[in-house]
């Protein structure tokens, strides 16, 4: 269904991302933490309950992942390999110093010909059905097969993974201590292909209230909401930079915080932060496109761009990891 909308979006990435597709993608450099993340690919056939028919992979760091470790789960974009943006967006070098293990949930051409999450599909983001709750359930066969702290599960993910990254904290708040969106939109923007297409390019006009409103309620009541991470380029033309905005505003909304952050700081002279605390942070990345920023260096993924800052890394601080 809609899948002309979302060829016409992958062409347009493509056209805008990728100066010559016939060039295979350079070598992953060392400033991207490839080689840092030498560990065990695990394909994890049985896990649960799959509605949402997705594959699940997991990253585990050589020997084993630590006991009592945090577990992180990272979510691709349309068309992403989904080991090779472990590696090249920094989070499979993140999980190793961790000592924790990676989980990679991997979306098939069977569920959407652009292998895009289906972040604008309500029955695959609500709670106990579809990708979703697939995702759920590798979280805990995950939790359990490499003994990690159910208390400390981070998810993030980068444009249709970052939507939804974001839908899965609204989902399942209970599941994940914190979440980092990049490119991504507000949980509730779309109601189908065609919605998505226009929200992604024409973000809707709403205040926090209303983005509010659309959060899910199906969730337990009374426990902490996750903290979130969210991070935007200001020069990305296939998700509206607005959508970063709308986001924070209903993250915000949520958590009863004012409109205006706390604190607003400028890193670099292309990169602003704006903070509500330790429970939202947005960064802002000044003449940067539709990719997940690392360092420097360039990576074997055409969605993965030099910003001077490191993403997982500054994620991983915010939610209290320590990372230097």
């Known amino acids: ?21 016939a060039t295979p993608p350079p070598p992953p450099s060392v400033a991207d933490g490839a080689g840092a993340a ?26 084993r992942a630590r006991p009592g470790a945090p577990l992180f789960v990272l979510l691709h974009g349309c068309g992403q390999d989904a080991v090779r943006f472990a590696r090249a967006s920094g989070f499979a070098a993140l999980a190793a110093r961790q000592g924790a293990a990676l989980l990679l949930p991997d979306q098939s051409a069977d569920n959407n010909a652009q292998r895009c999450f289906n972040w ?28 990690a702290d159910p208390r400390r599960v981070f998810v993030a993910g980068l444009s249709a993974g970052g939507a939804m990254a974001a839908a899965l904290l609204a989902a399942y708040p209970d599941a994940f201590a914190a979440g980092g969106v990049v490119a ?7 109601a189908d292909a065609h919605d998505a297409l226009l929200q992604m390019t024409h973000p809707q006009p709403r205040s926090r209230e209303a983005w509010h409103a659309l959060l899910p309620g199906a969730a337990p009541a009374g426990g902490a909401w996750p903290r979130l991470s969210v991070w935007h380029g200001e020069a990305d033309h296939i998700v509206a930079p607005a959508n970063a905005a709308a986001l924070v505003g209903q993250w915000t909304a949520r958590l009863g915080l004012p409109e205006a952050p706390e604190r607003v700081t400028r890193p670099a ?31 074997a993924d055409p969605f993965v761009l030099p910003a001077g800052v490191a993403a997982a890394a500054a994620m991983a601080r915010f939610w209290g990891l320590g990372e230097g």
């Open 1 to 21: 269904m809609h899948d002309g909308l979302l060829h016409r979006l992958a062409s347009l990435t493509r056209r805008l991302l990728v100066s010559d597709p």
């Open 38 to 63: 030498a560990g065990a690919v695990m394909e994890v056939a049985a896990f649960g309950a799959n509605p949402g028919r997705l594959g699940m992979k997991l990253l585990v760091p050589s020997p």
């Open 120 to 147: 604008f599909r309500p029955a695959d983001i609500a709670r106990g059905g579809g990708e979703a709750a697939s995702i759920r359930a590798m979280v805990s066969d995950a939790v359990r097969r490499c003994a």
């Open 184 to 190: 991504g939109l507000p949980v509730g923007a779309a």
């Open 269 to 299: 002279p292309h990169l602003t932060r704006s903070c509500w605390g330790e429970h939202v942070e947005y960064w802002r990345v000044a003449g940067y496109g539709h990719a997940f920023p690392v360092a420097d260096g360039m990576a």
